[in-house]
């Protein structure tokens, strides 16, 4: 693992698909536990060094509520699985862990 690059956890609702061609361009990239709380997910996250992918607005009001993270990535279900990974092979491409600690970015459509 480079330091300087950033690494994902995907939220139980995106699918899984998305990890997959993640991993087939080299990215880490690990999906989170089915069942599992919301601030359990942001936790583990965090405590891995990952930046938290979701569709889930309950990150948001985590993240306005003062929890420390490792970043939030949040889209919406209109969001294809082509636009979850253009998207998070961009922000790989351009953004460091420390950009991204505690920050939010809402994915847009990336077209390449």
Known sequence: MEPDLIRFYLDENLSPEIAKQLAQHGIDVIRGPLGVADIRHLQQ???????????????????????QHAGIIKGLKRHTIGDWVNYLKFA?????????????????????
């Open 45 to 67: 996250a965090t405590a891995l060094g990952r930046v938290l992918c979701t569709r889930d607005r309950d990150f948001l009001r985590l993240h306005a509520a003062g929890e």
């Open 92 to 112: 790989h491409s351009i953004c460091s862990p420390e950009e991204m600690r505690n920050n939010v970015e809402h994915l847009f459509r990336v077209d390449y």
